[in-house]
T-cell receptor, first 115, second 115 residues
Framework: EAQVTQNPRYLITVTGKKLTVTCSQNMNHEYMSWYRQDPGLGLRQIYYSMNVEVTDKGDVPEGYKVSRKEKRNFPLILESPSPNQTSLYFC??????????????FGQGTRLTVV | AQSVAQPEDQVNVAEGNPLTVKCTYSVSGNPYLFWYVQYPNRGLQFLLKYITGDNLVKGSYGFEAEFNKSQTSFHLKKPSALVSDSALYFC?????????????FGTGTRLQVTL
């Protein structure tokens, strides 16, 4: 089954304790991205990756890191989480084509609470 | 910069009545427009997309959307709403920014269908 898998689904952590949210897709997609969803703000892009070893900042990258060592995996790293990073996070993947007509596939989300 | 506006935070409809969820967009060049639905505790699911051609696009679960270039709108519609359609709906536009293809979301509209 084609899917994007995020782990964990729920996470409560304390301020400053490094954490990683994993994301894996089995569709051989080149393009992967991370979003955070906050009430009234919709989804905002944190980071994206066009392919292996190619990553770039989205709209709200501060406080986050990513890596793309393999095509299927795109982990999101919070080196020193703060309470304002409490949010619902989604990983997404899509094919990279010359025409921008491809839909994105989303993981089920990770609800992060930083206390 | 590209943007998407969903002017209604919530739309209330009685089951069996037609529904419309509004979306307007701003983008340079040709827009590639999408609708996604999010059910509680789930990731976003693709509903439909407009790339080119017929302005009326049909998608999953009986939904359709009408592209109107002059009004820069892409409203989501369904002739007869079901209680099971109750969910959060996101409109999105994908466009090439010069360095990457970016998917920009609206803030979401919660659809509540009642008996």
């Amino acid at each position: 089954e084609a899917q994007v898998t995020q782990n964990p689904r729920y996470l409560i952590t304390v301020t400053g304790k490094k954490l990683t949210v994993t994301c894996s897709q089995n569709m051989n997609h080149e393009y992967m991205s991370w979003y955070r969803q906050d009430p009234g703000l919709g989804l905002r892009q944190i980071y994206y990756s066009m392919n292996v070893e190619v990553t770039d900042k989205g709209d709200v990258p501060e406080g986050y890191k990513v890596s793309r060592k393999e095509k299927r995996n795109f982990p999101l790293i919070l080196e020193s989480p703060s309470p304002n990073q409490t949010s619902l996070y989604f990983c997404a993947s899509s094919l990279k084509r010359l025409v921008d007509d491809t839909e994105a596939f989303f993981g089920q989300g990770t609800r992060l609470t930083v206390v | 910069a590209q943007s998407v506006a969903q002017p209604e935070d919530q739309v209330n409809v009685a089951e069996g009545n037609p529904l419309t969820v509004k979306c307007t967009y701003s983008v340079s060049g040709n827009p590639y427009l999408f609708w996604y639905v999010q059910y509680p505790n789930r990731g976003l699911q693709f509903l439909l997309k407009y790339i080119t051609g017929d302005n009326l696009v049909k998608g999953s679960y009986g939904f359709e959307a009408e592209f109107n270039k002059s009004q820069t709108s892409f409203h989501l519609k369904k002739p007869s709403a079901l209680v099971s359609d109750s969910a959060l709906y996101f409109c999105a536009v994908r466009a090439y920014t010069g360095t990457a293809s970016k998917l920009t979301f609206g803030t979401g509209t919660r659809l509540q269908v009642t008996l």
